[in-house]
């Protein structure tokens, strides 16, 4: 914010400004938000005051940066509600979800070179510094799954 207006700026470096794959699930559900926008800006006339934004205040306008962080701590309030603790998500920032998403990327053996494009650092030796704990928890399930084998054959 500058001055009170929310501003946008171009991403920090050039590999910030990306195309990554999504699932096709999510894109049909962003293109049927897309849909809706629409026939909502017909219906709304001049009151739309934005540019081409998918995630947008009623009049249009670009979407306050904190309120995807808000909705999000939100809905994991609303989910951990009545669990016990073991059972409860964790509280983390609305970025936090990049961190884990590579966790997860990571943990299930996908290439560190394809998580490192997918997050836009320029070098995969950058991913494996900031996840090395996932790469090695991937390593020690590795371990067991080669003991399992050669134990078989011992």
Avoid: C
Avoid at 6 to 18: D, E, L, M
Avoid at 83 to 110: C, E, M, N, W, Y
Wanted: aromatic fraction near 8%; proline fraction near 4%; charge should be positive.
């Amino acid at each position: 914010m500058v001055a009170g207006q929310q501003i946008t700026k171009a991403p920090k470096t050039k590999n910030s400004n990306r195309v990554v794959s999504i699932p096709h699930f999510l894109t049909l559900r962003l293109k049927a938000l897309k849909k809706s926008q629409l026939a909502y800006r017909l219906s709304v006339g001049d009151y739309w005051q934005g540019d081409n934004w998918i995630f947008t205040q009623t009049n249009g306008r670009q979407m306050n940066y904190s309120t995807p962080y808000a909705a999000f701590q939100d809905i994991i309030k609303r989910y951990n509600e009545g669990k016990k603790p073991v059972d409860q998500l964790p509280a983390i920032p609305f970025h936090g979800l990049r961190h884990t998403s590579a966790t997860l990327l990571i943990a299930s053996h996908q290439d560190v070179r394809t998580v490192s494009s997918r997050l836009g650092h320029a070098q995969a030796s950058t991913t494996m510094n900031i996840y090395a704990h996932a790469l090695q928890e991937t390593d020690r399930k590795a371990v067991n799954a080669l003991e399992t084998m050669l134990a078989k054959h011992a």
